[in-house]
């Protein structure tokens, strides 16, 4: 993800930079007529005035007192704006009303303390509105390189079809940037899988090469790009890196860049929809190691940005790649099977022997092999981490999972107890 997505994901309430695993986002270049755009814009004009209607509301609420306006009582205020102000009727009622939810969403995160406290808007600045129950025949692919999208009041318009739509849109949101550039965002989340109700629990042990490992010893190959892919990609930054700036050469080379990273992309996501899916099937209870992955994605990142050294800079690439896909393989579980999940403190899963508990260093044989020093049980070692990540422990730190039981939002962006 680029950092521009990153600061523009900022601006989405109840969707900090972390949850852009979590939901997949993604983004656009949105191409709407001159007609189009003025109907665009009279959609940004509304969801900002609710929006800072709503900040004008809240202006004296501080931390600590009881509750602020929520978004009913908002709600019944959006039904009187709109019967006072004819501008406002004439405009799109969900726009009016998400501007309003995400309001409130943002408040909520700004109560819970994970985010700042939602401020004014401005027109030039903060141009877009978000669209809700949007549903699949909203969005159509009209050729190779565009497709459309229909924007109520407003009607069908092209967009730049650069990837692949993500299975499940619910909603989207449409920005304009200062520079008047148009962007559109989907945002979905997989539907969640029913348990087997079974009782079989698994667990996933992130393996140290090119996979990971279940507790049942099948192995999952996360697909990194081939070799002759990946001997193309650094032939192609060494040259990228050669051109001068704001050439046409430069400029060519870089979308063959990013044609590479898009394919090997899509090919990461279906890989982990698939596995996703298939273990949220299998079993009731999904135990994964707990891992900062934001922290691994970072550092391997460092290393791919050191130049000059080829070998260094394809094991981290592929490592960045293996960490990302990682995490967003624990995200699409969390939302497949939601309540299901559980993160498990990794410390020893490798030194423990999953037959009888013993712990030592010693019984690691090598890299591949597990032989316990005091039962002498013998497996392969990732399938023994596994096992004992499925016999685990769940963390509870920052805050519990998700509520046994309790109620799942199916709306993007709306429940953060998902998010971390
Ligand atoms: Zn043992």
Redesign the pocket.
């Given at each position: 993800m680029r950092r521009s997505d990153v600061a523009r994901l900022r601006l989405w309430p109840g969707l900090s930079a972390s949850a852009a695993n979590v939901i997949t986002m993604s983004r656009y270049r949105l191409l709407p007529t001159p007609d189009q755009e003025v109907g665009l814009l009279e959609h940004a004009r509304h969801a900002r005035y609710m929006w800072n209607l709503a900040v004008e509301q809240h202006a004296h609420w501080q931390p600590g007192r009881t509750s602020a306006p929520g978004y009913t009582e908002q709600s019944r205020q959006l039904t009187e704006a709109r019967a006072a102000f004819a501008w406002l009727r004439a405009g799109s009622q969900t726009v009016q009303q998400q501007a309003l939810r995400d309001f409130a969403q943002a408040m909520r995160n700004y109560i819970a303390g994970s985010h700042r406290r939602p401020n004014w808007r401005k027109a030039g600045v903060h141009e877009g509105f978000r669209q809700v129950a949007v549903r699949a025949e909203h969005v159509q692919r009209l050729n190779r390189h565009h497709g459309q999208v229909w924007v109520p009041k407003v009607g069908w318009v092209r967009f730049r079809w650069t990837r692949r739509i993500p299975d499940g849109v619910k909603s989207y949101r449409v920005t304009r940037d200062r520079a008047g550039r148009w962007h559109i965002a989907f945002a979905a989340i997989p539907t969640p899988i029913p348990a087997p109700g079974t009782g079989a629990v698994v667990g996933v042990d992130r393996g140290v090469a090119v996979s990971a490992t279940l507790s049942t010893g099948e192995r999952l190959h996360v697909p990194v790009l081939a070799g002759a892919e990946q001997r193309r990609l650094v032939r192609l930054r060494r040259r990228l890196a050669r051109c001068r700036r704001g050439s046409n050469r430069r400029t060519k080379i870089k979308a063959m860049i990013a044609h590479l990273a898009a394919r090997a992309k899509d090919r990461r996501k279906d890989w982990v929809e698939k596995v996703s899916t298939d273990l949220a099937r299998r079993f009731d209870v999904i135990r994964v190691e707990h891992l900062r992955v934001k922290d691994m994605t970072r550092s391997a990142r460092g290393t791919v940005a050191e130049p000059g050294r080829r070998v260094r800079q394809k094991a981290g690439l592929n490592r960045a790649i293996l960490a990302h896909a990682w995490g967003l393989l624990v995200s699409r579980l969390e939302h497949k099977a939601a309540g299901r999940v559980e993160r498990v403190v990794a410390a020893y899963t490798s030194q423990t022997?999953?037959?009888?508990?013993?712990v030592a260093r010693e019984?690691r044989e090598s890299q591949a092999s597990f032989r316990?020093?005091?039962?002498?049980?013998g497996c392969n070692a990732d399938v023994n981490a596994a096992r004992n990540i499925a016999a685990g422990r769940a963390v509870t730190a920052r805050g519990a999972l998700q509520p046994p039981g309790g109620a799942v939002n199916r709306e993007p962006q709306l429940d953060t107890s998902l998010i971390w």
């Amino acid at each position: 993800m680029r950092r521009s997505d990153v600061a523009r994901l900022r601006l989405w309430p109840g969707l900090s930079a972390s949850a852009a695993n979590v939901i997949t986002m993604s983004r656009y270049r949105l191409l709407p007529t001159p007609d189009q755009e003025v109907g665009l814009l009279e959609h940004a004009r509304h969801a900002r005035y609710m929006w800072n209607l709503a900040v004008e509301q809240h202006a004296h609420w501080q931390p600590g007192r009881t509750s602020a306006p929520g978004y009913t009582e908002q709600s019944r205020q959006l039904t009187e704006a709109r019967a006072a102000f004819a501008w406002l009727r004439a405009g799109s009622q969900t726009v009016q009303q998400q501007a309003l939810r995400d309001f409130a969403q943002a408040m909520r995160n700004y109560i819970a303390g994970s985010h700042r406290r939602p401020n004014w808007r401005k027109a030039g600045v903060h141009e877009g509105f978000r669209q809700v129950a949007v549903r699949a025949e909203h969005v159509q692919r009209l050729n190779r390189h565009h497709g459309q999208v229909w924007v109520p009041k407003v009607g069908w318009v092209r967009f730049r079809w650069t990837r692949r739509i993500p299975d499940g849109v619910k909603s989207y949101r449409v920005t304009r940037d200062r520079a008047g550039r148009w962007h559109i965002a989907f945002a979905a989340i997989p539907t969640p899988i029913p348990a087997p109700g079974t009782g079989a629990v698994v667990g996933v042990d992130r393996g140290v090469a090119v996979s990971a490992t279940l507790s049942t010893g099948e192995r999952l190959h996360v697909p990194v790009l081939a070799g002759a892919e990946q001997r193309r990609l650094v032939r192609l930054r060494r040259r990228l890196a050669r051109c001068r700036r704001g050439s046409n050469r430069r400029t060519k080379i870089k979308a063959m860049i990013a044609h590479l990273a898009a394919r090997a992309k899509d090919r990461r996501k279906d890989w982990v929809e698939k596995v996703s899916t298939d273990l949220a099937r299998r079993f009731d209870v999904i135990r994964v190691e707990h891992l900062r992955v934001k922290d691994m994605t970072r550092s391997a990142r460092g290393t791919v940005a050191e130049p000059g050294r080829r070998v260094r800079q394809k094991a981290g690439l592929n490592r960045a790649i293996l960490a990302h896909a990682w995490g967003l393989l624990v995200s699409r579980l969390e939302h497949k099977a939601a309540g299901r999940v559980e993160r498990v403190v990794a410390a020893y899963t490798s030194q423990t022997c999953s037959a009888c508990g013993h712990v030592a260093r010693e019984s690691r044989e090598s890299q591949a092999s597990f032989r316990c020093v005091a039962c002498g049980f013998g497996c392969n070692a990732d399938v023994n981490a596994a096992r004992n990540i499925a016999a685990g422990r769940a963390v509870t730190a920052r805050g519990a999972l998700q509520p046994p039981g309790g109620a799942v939002n199916r709306e993007p962006q709306l429940d953060t107890s998902l998010i971390w």
